[in-house]
């Protein structure tokens, strides 16, 4: 029995609080040696993801039990409540792998470690990317200029060994970066997971990528018209390469919602896995800006921070910075991770996606439409939302 089947069964009287009180030890129990896996996701990278708190339900519930033994109002009222049990994992998807890169974070581990420390990453555009200097101007929405001169910028993203991927160097001049850096973070994600490229041959791995820019390709158009590839900076081939180069066979999909882009693709991911079309996934995404192209448009829009500063939520919020970033991970059945002895850093419970439809303007987001998402998942997968935070 799960939680809410004994507050049912208690509340027919069909189990006295007594019986009730040694069902919830078993699901304690079930749920501490389950707890064992998800701890494994702080030793190796120090991130955590809370699942719903099942202690606290079934305190909560033995409280009741012992206070009268009878089918009090406090009973239905946690009954109402929908709290959700984390051993109810039918459902539940699998993080066995993961890998990545972020402004002035070469890896997971230091992108934690900036992140504990509080640290900014945000500097002025470098000249290796363009002349922010022949472009900017303080004063807002001036035709062809920018007013923000700052990024979130990932470096080295010229390095790559193309013959470790089977790709020719002069091939690999004309592979959009963003490809390029992906199938790095792709392949360390797949090691991180245990899994290598024998182990990976013929699996059914879908690949699912964000991705929302092709500002290579207009560097490549402009400077060398007279060079054609048009594999190196299409959107259908940059989640295609890594199941080129390990031979999976799930479908391989590449994503552009912008913002969200990668979010969607997780979700795409998952449910995939949940409808049985795959037995595993990867899923990220890669962003870069390589030309001012970009920052003009967005000033133009009036979406970036002249301070050059994001203050997310914050009164004094005027506006974002683009930041730059690769990053990937392997997920699986729950269910069948377990199963296969892998390391299991979190779990994903559930997940959903809609459109805000019509708002004050095509960019600008809807209150009540994340709303009504956000309960809609909680209603469909029982998590309540007080047991939502991180650690």
Known sequence: MDIQEILRALKAREITPEEAKKEITKIKTIKEQSSNSFAKLSKKHDVSIQLPNLNSACMDLEQSCTKNKENTPEIESIREEKISSPTDTKEAIAIIGMSGRYPDAGNLEQY??????????IREIPLSRWDVNQYYDPQPFKKGKIYCRRIGLLENIEYFDPLFFNISPVEAELIDPQ???FMQEAYKAFEDAGYNS???NNKKCGVYMGIMSNEYGMIVNKNYPELTNTTGNSYAIAAARISY?????GPA???????????VATHLA????????IDMALVGGATLYLTPESYIGMCASGMLSPEGQCKTFDNSADGFVPGEGVGAIVLKRLKDAEADNDNIYGVIIGSGINQDGK???????SVNGQME????????YSIHPESISYT
């Not at 998952?270 to 079309?277: I, R, V």
């Not at 998402?373 to 469909?380: A, M, Q, S």
């Open 253 to 263: 999909i590449s994503i552009d919602t912008a913002c969200s882009s990668s979010l």
């Open 112 to 121: 934690w470690d900036n992140l504990v420390h509080a640290k900014n990453s």
């Open 198 to 200: 024998s182990s990976l």
């Open 359 to 365: 708002t004050n303007g095509i960019t600008a987001p």
């Open 270 to 277: 998952c449910q995939a896995l949940l409808n049985k079309e």
């Open 373 to 380: 998402l956000e309960r809609d998942i909680y209603d469909k």
């Open 179 to 181: 490809h390029r850096i």
């Open 245 to 249: 180069f390990l031979d999976l066979k």
